[in-house]
């Protein structure tokens, strides 16, 4: 009986999105008449941060600061139509989205900017702290905030608008059965460590690292978290989370947090990444996905390590100590596959 | 049965509430004093996500009939939190991201103010066990650890600014 050492590797690529069958996302902004700009969106944010990196791709692309941004999230009776955040496609589609309601706002502002300036809109340029100037004359500058009120009371105009993404449905070439399935791709790859404790079968992961390729990140922080909680994850549903098994019958599988096992802060490995950035050439400023990827690469990644370390290659989940040790039992026997 | 008046200590001020009996403690401060801090994920002691101090130590809520803490001292996190500003347990969940949806938050933070009020210097092991009882979906548990641990150092740094005040 012993305590044996393995290590696993395992990649993923994630193709961003649901890619075969149209994938909307929509977004509408208008100004308010304190000159914050409202972004009204049918997007759930799950905790991910959603109303945060939409707010400062708004706040990008209309050239203000993040606080002038007011995002109005998940309510699908008064946003415009959004397939549903999930599939990782949130920040790419609906970031498409807003970018770009927020340039057709934006051109709102900059007509209004330059009737009162009295240049073509050509000169004119964004500041980034919520102003516009005419090019190479920072004197001649209107505040965004401020014009953005003085459409509504002295224009009587709106400054609003409205934006669109899709990937449109993809069709099977029936000659070349060719297809476009994915929008963009982000890769991940992961290395753990486990210790298999042969007496018990229990599994105890001792490390998971992972590089990363996400496209442009625009909030690395938010990043983090999802790649620290997807490890975390991808360990659960490798060795603990299931409504099986339920002896003897159905009735005994799992009703509550005592009975659906997840690891604590006690069984917590080591969880390192790094995250390299590659923007795409589609998403909004160069952004891909990064949400449901990070749960994957650690599954296989444990298991391949567990079979490092003692030998039994388990293919379903979660691996229990049951697993471990009848697969130790298979190999004593000889019949393993080891 | 018929209602019951239970009086009780909410955030250092007395209240009054009329309740069916075994109502429990989670309910009354949810509907019916507007402490929505305390969450209800799922009524039968296993989530940590209701906990609310009670004479200083944290309990589950969502166990405990409201009848029980009559004369007694509840605090939710509403009570703790400054009008103006954070405290400091606050600040440093939010500085380390120790939450993503939030829903385990109150509880994990109030369940870290009594862990440092007992033990003001925890070691990795103390916080374990301290949050044990408390479920996070979201962040792997990995920055709500470093946020208990950026809360115990900067309530040792403020005892330290504190001690050496009273010894000048
Ligand atoms: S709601 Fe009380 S422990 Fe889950
Ligand atoms: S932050 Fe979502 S449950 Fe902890």
Redesign the pocket.
Known sequence: MARLRGTGIAAVNYPTGMNLGGDPSQALIHATTSGSFNVVLAAADL?QGLRTVMAQIAAETLGVPYGQIVIQTADTDTGPHDMGTFASRATHRVGNAVKAAAIEAREAVLQLASEELEVSIADLVLDGRGGIQVAGSPQKRRDIADLASRAQFQYGRTIAGRGVYMKPKSDVDPETGAMDPDSTQAYACTVAEVEVDTETGAVAVLSIRSAYEVGQQVNPALVQGQITGGAWMGMSHALYETTEPCYPSRDHSPKDFAGYLMPGMAELPIIEAVVLEVPSSNGPYGVKGVGEMTANSPIPAIVNAIYHACGVRVDSLPVTPEAILRGLDALAQGKGAA | MASVVVAFELGGRPVEVLVSPLATLQQVLRTQLGHTSVKDGCRQGGCGSCTVLLDGEPVLSCLLPVEDVAGRRVTTLEDLTPVDGLTTVQRAFLDANG???????PGMELVTKALLERNPAPTRADIAEALSGN?????GYVPIIAAVEAAAAAGSAAAVVASEGATR
């Open positions: 905790g | 939450f993503q949806c939030g829903y385990c938050t479920v996070c979906r979201c962040t």
